[in-house]
């Protein structure tokens, strides 16, 4: 079954430079969610998208910003990059329960990751 | 806002040994409640997932967990853990309105051979 896709899956910058990171969820699939997950650190919400639309904002700084294409594929688009951007950034995709009224639309699947490093 | 507590964050056990990991939430209403795995330099898969109904709720690889919302808890159990068990383990919950997933502090259990 295909799955979420990230790209890159590894990432090195320096501080000031910008990076993107881009999200191809499950086909069918039309909510993105973005993660940022710190070495050690629990994942933290950053982002979601709902039919091209942001749905939620959760501890996304102001030096990032993200948006949802009309094939539903995401990109999280970092400025500015500092130290402690460094982490691993998880996308996950779901269907909207609105949508088909299925419970299992509440799962989120997460893709691999992309580890940005900023030196 | 939903908050998820893990109170073990090292767990260290030998082959054949039973798991329970403890996981406590938040929230006064509705939620959607799961437990994930981490292997190293892997991504999150879901073990398991409760979202109404029988609140004993099996996952893949012999995990279940079980849902009392009197003490607003969802502990992770494995009746006899493998070597192959060693990773980190994340409880979440998505309450309310919010679809986005809140995560607890992460278990990392390290299974001895």
């Known amino acids: 079954a295909a799955g979420v896709i990230q790209s890159p899956r590894h990432l090195i910058k320096e501080k000031r430079e910008t990076a993107t990171l881009k999200c191809y969820p499950i086909?069918?699939?039309?909510?993105v969610y973005w993660y940022q997950q710190g070495p050690g650190q629990d994942p933290q919400f950053l982002i979601s998208?709902?039919?091209?639309?942001?749905?939620d904002k959760g501890s996304i700084p102001d030096r990032f910003s993200a948006q949802q294409f009309s094939d539903y594929h995401s990109e999280l688009n970092m400025s500015s990059l500092e130290l402690g951007d460094s982490a691993l950034y998880f996308c996950a995709s779901s269907l909207n329960p609105l949508r088909d009224r299925v419970f299992s639309s509440y799962e989120q699947y997460f893709g691999p990751g992309t580890r940005l490093t900023v030196t | 806002a939903q908050s998820v507590s893990q109170h073990n964050h090292h767990v260290i056990l030998s082959e054949a040994a039973s798991l329970e990991l403890g996981c406590n939430y938040s929230?006064?209403?509705?939620?959607?409640l799961f437990w994930y795995v981490q292997y190293p330099g892997q991504h999150l898969q879901l073990l398991l997932k409760?979202?109404?109904?029988?609140?004993l709720v099996k996952g893949i690889k012999g995990f279940e967990a079980e849902f009392i919302k009197s003490k607003f808890s969802f502990n992770l159990r494995k009746p006899s853990v493998q070597w192959s068990d060693t990773a980190e383990y994340f409880c979440a919950v998505n309450a309310g309105s919010a679809r986005q997933l809140t995560f607890g502090s992460g278990t990392q259990l390290t299974v001895l051979p």
């Open positions: 086909p069918r699939h039309d909510t």
């Open positions: 409760y979202f109404s109904g029988d609140p």
């Open positions: 929230y006064g209403g509705t939620v959607n």
């Open positions: 998208f709902y039919e091209k639309m942001q749905s």
